[in-house]
Nanobody, 123 residues
Framework: QLQLVESGGGLVQPGGSLRLSCVDS????????IGWFRQAPGKEREWVAC????????NLADSVKGRFTISRDNAKNTVYLQMNSLKPEDTGTYSC????????????????WGQGTQVTVSS
């Protein structure tokens, strides 16, 4: 079982950067693939990125390729989402989630979810 907590969100200007962290307080973190999803007000939840339990492979949504990277440090029970060149359309609540299915872009494949962290990109 995972207990995921996100951090690192905030207000940033367009073109800026943020690094989100997803931390698990348990002992089985390295058994799960981890995904990041985001949801903007009035919009459906959108998959952003995922990474397998070993860290390879990983995958990113087309809308963030070239700007975001995902990585993990199993010794620290942490997955990171580095977000560069942020755009106003990146605004939303970012949540991490755990899956048995390696690296999936489908929300229903994820069993454990964090509460989310808010990212606002605005001048």
């Amino acid at each position: 079982q995972l207990q995921l907590v996100e951090s690192g969100g905030g207000l940033v200007q367009p073109g800026g950067s943020l690094r989100l962290s997803c931390v698990d307080s348990g002992f089985t973190f390295n058994r799960y693939g981890i995904g990041w999803f985001r949801q903007a007000p009035g919009k459906e939840r959108e998959w952003v990125a995922c990474i397998t339990r070993s860290g390879t492979p990983s995958n990113l949504a087309d809308s963030v390729k070239g700007r975001f990277t995902i990585s993990r440090d199993n010794a620290k029970n942490t997955v990171y989402l580095q977000m560069n060149s942020l755009k106003p359309e990146d605004t939303g609540t970012y949540s991490c989630a755990g899956t048995y299915f390696g690296c999936s872009d489908v929300a229903r494949d994820y069993y454990y979810w964090g509460q989310g962290t808010q990212v606002t990109v605005s001048s």
